[in-house]
């Protein structure tokens, strides 16, 4: 069946910089893609959404591409702050397990060093 | 503005033993979800349902029955408790538009012993 992989478990980076979290399915591209935050306790919450059709997405400091060639999504957060450590989810949906059954890879734990 | 209500938020169970978990949403999703999540891992989807009366197996559907008798609530049942089941359970609720994004409560932490 479809697989969602987030190769990166963590991700340590300096404050003010960049961060950039991979998604990588395997198979069929989904019809979309989307991203979550969640803190320690808490549900994810919803950050962005891009279509299969769209190569990039954004919102204040968050950037998402799509890249089907690829089988990829990279997320970026820019200008990176403490408040930003947080777990990050990536989630598919769209796959021929029904538009919408939504699946989630592993997430990946950015700490944002001050 | 409450969103999605899980109910209890922790619960200890013994090995053989039942419950339900409950889940309210207040938004008229018609879709919802359950998800466990384990230590390190990502979110495992159980059950879903895309509208009253009816549901359909995700991932991980072993061991949990569901139930949606209405548009607000979506109960998970766990019927013989194992110690495979400790996890914290979230559940989530959305449009249906597609790619609409998904409203999760604050989850369930279940330990089986």
């Known amino acids: 069946s479809q697989k969602i992989e987030q190769n990166s478990e963590a991700l340590n980076i300096q404050e003010g910089k960049t961060a950039t979290l991979t998604c990588n399915y395997t198979n069929y591209s989904p019809a979309y893609l989307q991203w979550y935050r969640q803190d320690p306790g808490r549900g994810p919450v919803f950050l962005l959404l891009?279509?299969?059709?769209?190569k990039e997405k954004r919102k204040e400091r968050l950037k998402v591409t799509f890249d089907t060639t690829l089988k990829q999504s990279l997320f970026h957060i820019t200008a990176s702050q403490p408040a930003d450590s947080a777990t990050y989810l990536c989630?598919?949906?769209?796959?021929?397990?029904?538009?919408?059954?939504?699946?989630f890879g592993t997430g990946t734990k950015l700490q944002v060093i001050p | 503005n409450a969103g999605v209500t899980q109910t209890p938020k922790f619960r200890i169970l013994k090995i053989g033993q039942s419950m339900t978990l409950q889940c309210a949403q207040d938004?008229?999703?018609?879709?919802m979800y359950w998800y466990r999540q384990d230590p390190g891992m990502g979110l495992k989807l159980i059950y879903y349902?895309?509208?009253?009366?009816?549901?359909d197996k995700g991932e991980v559907p072993n061991g949990y029955n569901v139930s949606r008798s209405t548009t607000e609530d979506f109960p998970l049942r766990l019927e013989l408790a194992a110690p495979s089941q400790t996890s914290v359970y979230f559940c989530?609720?959305?449009?249906?538009?597609?790619?609409?994004?998904?409203?999760f409560g604050n989850g369930t932490r279940l330990t089986v012993t």
């Open positions: 989630a598919q949906g769209g796959d021929s397990g029904g538009y919408q059954k939504v699946t």
């Open positions: 989530a609720s959305s449009s249906g538009q597609g790619g609409s994004p998904l409203h």
């Open positions: 891009i279509r299969e059709n769209e």
């Open positions: 349902s895309v509208g009253a009366g009816i549901t």
């Open positions: 938004m008229n999703h018609n879709y």
